[in-house]
């Protein structure tokens, strides 16, 4: 029997384009008292980028190299694509 960590999914209902540190990780809705933690992330990026993730980790990705983290990964609480012009789209499983 299986067992349920996660709360629900979010992402990005088209390809987006970055501006430059941009933030991808959304601010939780008003009514929640914690931020969006991602136990399951996952990035397309089409061009070469910087990432941080964390607001500690520094990552070059190549083009259409992607990120992509699961439940045995640390959290993802925010992931900043640096360059702007950067066409990418995520999707994220939230605890």
Request: charge should be negative.
């Amino acid at each position: 029997m299986g067992y349920r960590i996660g709360s629900g999914y979010i992402g990005s209902e088209e390809i987006k384009t970055s501006q430059a540190n941009e933030e991808v990780v959304p601010a939780a809705p008003a009514n929640w008292t914690i931020p969006y933690m991602f136990y399951k992330f996952e990035l397309y990026n089409e061009q070469e980028c910087t990432v941080i993730i964390n607001g500690k980790a520094t990552i070059f990705l190549r083009a259409e190299q992607g990120w992509k983290t699961d439940c045995t990964d640390v959290p993802i609480s925010s992931f900043v694509i640096v360059e702007p012009n950067i066409s990418y789209n995520w999707v994220g499983c939230y605890l």
